[in-house]
Each structure stands twice: as structure tokens, then as C-alpha cells.
């Protein structure tokens, strides 16, 4: 279960930072409903292609961690880092499914949206996962 659950969650979170990269050097498909809108559908922030590659290295840095802490990759990290990384990574995502309550998460109140349709019903539900097997996995070690 252990080794699933580290290879799913890694899986995920690479791919997402694929993902980020492409859109970073300038990828344009699927960028669209990805961007929180307000209901006249202008977008609430303009994440630039810088933006872009640091959330692609944050994504990449959580896979490489999930894969170091369930030792799939052997490389010692800090005490801290390491007992309190999944905890983080759980903490960031579940924050993130709950949402902000304007645009972002379950509890949003713009939900009608081509983001908000799309935030519903892939997006905080795929950051709830993340974070469901962050626990896990930390409950699991």
C-alpha cells in the first residue's frame, strides 16, 4: 500500500510539473479554464512563464521528496524536512481543495465560471487526493 500510494502521489505531482514546464516555455494548450476567473470571466491573476517554472520546480521538488521519503530514491534529507515534509505537502493541497472561498476550492462562491465548472470537478478534487495520500503515506512510515 505504502509503495502504491508513493508512486501514485509522485506520479501525480510529476506530471503536474510537467505540465507547469510546458506551459512555463510557453505551451498554450489547456492553459485556459487553469486560471481563476471572476464571473465576467477576466481572469483574477496573469501567471507569467516564470510562475509558471517555480510552481513546475515546487511540484517536482514534492515528487523527488515522496519518492526520497518512501526510499524509491536513497539521499538523506534534514531531521526536519523529513518528518515534517508530508505533513507540509498535505497541509498546502487540502488548504487548496477547501479553497479560498471566492474563486478556488469546494467552498467557492463563483462556480458557474468555465474555471469554476472545471476547478469542481477535476482540480480540487485532484488536490484533496494529494493530500488524502500525503496523510497516508505519513501515516504509513
Request: proline share 4%; charged share 15%.
Amino acid at each position: 500500500m505504502k509503495y502504491f500510494a508513493s508512486l501514485l502521489l509522485s506520479l501525480i505531482l510529476l506530471f503536474l510539473g510537467l505540465i507547469h514546464i510546458y506551459w512555463g516555455f510557453g505551451g498554450k494548450s489547456g492553459m485556459v479554464p487553469t486560471v481563476p476567473t471572476k464571473a465576467n470571466n477576466k481572469p483574477v491573476i496573469k501567471p507569467g512563464a516564470i510562475d509558471c517554472l517555480v510552481v513546475a520546480i515546487v511540484l517536482i521538488a514534492f515528487a523527488a521528496f515522496v519518492l526520497i521519503k518512501t526510499g524509491f530514491i536513497l539521499f538523506r534529507l534534514p531531521n526536519r524536512i523529513s518528518d515534517y515534509g508530508l505533513w507540509g505537502i498535505a497541509g498546502l493541497f487540502l488548504l487548496r481543495a477547501i479553497g479560498e472561498f471566492k474563486y478556488v476550492g469546494f467552498f467557492k462562491k463563483i462556480k458557474t465560471t468555465r474555471f469554476g465548472l472545471t476547478d469542481t470537478k477535476y482540480y480540487s478534487p485532484l488536490c484533496l487526493l494529494i493530500g488524502l495520500l500525503s496523510i497516508i503515506l505519513e501515516l504509513l512510515n
